[in-house]
């Protein structure tokens, strides 16, 4: 199969139409028969690099450690985000379809989702080839292949771990899933930078799906001051903050999740940090009425004192 025969076949598959979705954009348009069910959705993203899949990993095993049944997707075609809950690179819904020329009704849910650590279960969605295609036909198949095989109805939380900043539409779509969006950034100008233009994305989808707000998860950190900063300037809320430990590192390298690692006081206080966030997300957080801003706004609040 050519590269070019990909997104053509995904797109027969998905039955998705672009459609005028927001002010002067042209977007993947939800097909209303594709939303989930009665599962608290959340979509996690933030800059490249910037732990958006160990946060969605242990943020998943937090919610599962609570009893909740709970999903995981990847929206990376690196196809890394449950790395660690299940310790391989797991094969995407791409390549599930692909091993059977795009015939969904030939898969079987143990050829696209997997069991992970504490429960988890874990897909991958993958993407189209470098250069081709659009990330939000792989998310809407991915969803349309869950909710035919039954799997959403057996689930509480779906988190949907989304590619870098990306906030074009195909890598927007899972905001047109998600109760609320949450975003992971750093203490440092060009993760509130991309976290900016992530905030404008879901201010844009919002006007269009139920999907709002939810705060920032300050991550690899040792401070908060310039995220509270940002965050009073435009009414944005942390969540919750974990600090840059070599423990965070290495369990990358272990395969494993935070929870699955020896204990110490320090990782034990961050367990913690997860297990509240996770009780604080199923209780509903306030959606947020945030206000991005114009890129020049930026500089002048937190650059070049």
């Known amino acids: 199969m050519t590269a070019i025969d990909l997104p053509t076949k995904l797109r027969a598959a998905s039955g998705c139409n672009t459609c005028a979705d927001g002010e002067g954009s042209v977007q993947v348009k939800l097909d209303p028969g594709s939303r989930i069910g009665t599962a608290k959705v959340f979509a996690i993203y933030g800059k490249g690099g910037i732990g958006k899949s160990t946060t969605s990993s242990n943020l998943s095993v937090a919610f599962s450690k609570l009893g909740k049944r709970v999903l995981q997707i990847g929206c990376d075609p690196k196809h890394d985000s449950t790395f660690t809950l299940t310790k391989r690179l797991a094969p995407t819904v791409i390549d599930a379809l692909e091993s059977v020329d795009f015939h969904p009704e030939e898969l079987r849910v143990e050829d696209f989702c997997f069991p992970g650590y504490g429960g ?89 799906y139920d999907v709002r707000l939810g705060g920032v998860i300050v991550n690899r950190s040792a401070e908060t001051d310039q995220i509270q ?41 961050v367990c913690n940090e997860y297990l ?8 509903g957080v306030t959606p947020l009425e945030a206000t991005p801003m114009k890129d020049r706004d930026i500089f002048d609040l937190l650059g070049f004192e």
């Not at 869950?146 to 779509?173: K, N, P, S, W, Y």
């Not at 509240?276 to 209780?283: E, G, K, M, V």
């Open 229 to 269: 900063r940002y965050n009073d300037a435009i009414g944005m809320k942390m969540l919750a903050h974990f600090p840059d430990l070599d423990v965070i590192r290495r369990s990358r390298l272990k395969k494993s999740t935070l929870f699955e690692m020896p204990s110490t006081p320090e990782l034990d206080a």
């Open 276 to 283: 509240r966030l996770a009780a604080s997300l199923w209780a």
């Open 120 to 208: 988890v279960m874990c897909v991958e969605a993958g993407g189209p080839p470098a250069g081709t295609g659009c990330g939000g036909y792989v998310v809407g198949q991915t969803v349309k292949l869950l909710r035919e095989h039954h799997l959403l109805e057996e689930t509480d939380v779906v988190i949907f771990d989304v590619l870098g900043d990306v906030v074009c539409g195909g890598f927007a779509a899972p905001l047109q899933h998600a109760d609320r969006a949450l975003v992971v950034a750093a203490n440092d100008f060009d993760s509130i930078f991309a976290m900016n233009r992530i905030v404008a994305a879901i201010q844009a989808k919002s006007k269009n």
